[in-house]
């Protein structure tokens, strides 16, 4: 009964067009939006709407705002879960966002209990439980970038920790097999772990080397940026974001040329 109700709510308030028409067609020109439909354009709008009425954004260090970048926010952010319904992003409620590049102190504990702090420059960073932080130069700067995005990293490190931690194994959808996506991953992190380790150049950004989270952060950055060179370096990869993300960008996106990067760091 609340379900429906809730749903009910949700409805009339899109139905409400939230988002003015002359903010919307503003976005439809952002590189990363190219491809889309007209019926996946609708259901994106209606996940920013949704967004922008249920998530906080918070300006800090003096930083003030208008309504277009919190929809640049909004859009980027909506893009990884506009097929996974409205309740993906449901735990959690703020975007923190700063000028530029931030300093983040973090606890950490070592292998033989003892607590240090590690401080860190970051252009963005999702807490377990907490808000996604961004650099709001990194967020005009993402819908532009040929192969990355640090809002859609920071989306899918919020969708990894709904299994609890941010692991590389979100929840899975039903139908979809826990140990292909396990083996599929591992093999792509030790692949990219070698490559980072050796030196060698790699059509994936190898900060996805840190760990198997940053993996499946980065490996989603470009499923949705550059779906073709996720697709020709690992397949079997894009195949398993497919299934999770329901969305296949490889059919609606332009084949960019081989591009190879190397460590880029500052998002987590």
Excluded at 2 to 18: A, E, G, K
Excluded at 27 to 32: H, K, R, T, V
Excluded at 134 to 145: G, T
Excluded at 243 to 266: E, I, N, S, W
């Amino acid at each position: 009964m609340f379900d429906f109700l809730r749903q009910r709510r949700r409805r009339q308030y899109l139905s409400s067009q939230p988002i003015k028409d002359s903010l919307w067609q503003s976005m439809l020109a952002l590189p990363l939006l190219r491809g889309l439909s007209a019926a996946e354009l609708a259901q994106l709008r209606n996940h920013t709407a949704w967004f922008l009425h249920t998530k906080t954004i918070t300006p800090v260090h003096g930083l003030e705002i208008n309504d277009e970048l919190r929809l640049l926010i909004a859009v980027q952010a909506a893009l990884p879960v506009m097929n996974l319904g409205f309740d993906a992003y449901d735990d959690w409620q703020e975007v923190v966002l700063y000028p530029g590049r931030f300093i983040s102190r973090d606890l950490y504990t070592d292998s033989i209990g003892l607590v240090h702090q590690e401080m860190r420059v970051l252009s963005g960073q999702a807490r377990h439980k907490g808000s996604v932080l961004l650099s709001m130069q990194d967020v005009i700067e993402a819908p532009y970038h040929p192969s990355s995005n640090v809002v859609i990293h920071e989306m899918a490190h919020k969708l990894d920790m709904r299994s609890g931690s941010a692991n590389g194994c979100p929840p899975l959808h039903q139908g979809m097999n826990y140990a292909r996506w396990k083996k599929v991953f591992s093999q792509a992190y030790l692949q990219l772990s070698r490559r980072a380790q050796m030196g060698e150049e790699s059509t994936i950004d190898l900060y996805a080397a840190e760990n198997p989270a940053e993996c499946l952060a980065v490996c989603s950055e470009v499923f949705f940026t550059a779906p073709h060179l996720l697709l020709e370096s690992y397949p079997d990869v894009y195949q398993q974001l497919n299934l999770f993300y329901r969305q296949d960008p490889a059919t609606r996106k332009p084949q960019h040329p081989y591009r190879p990067v190397t460590m880029f760091g500052g998002w987590v």
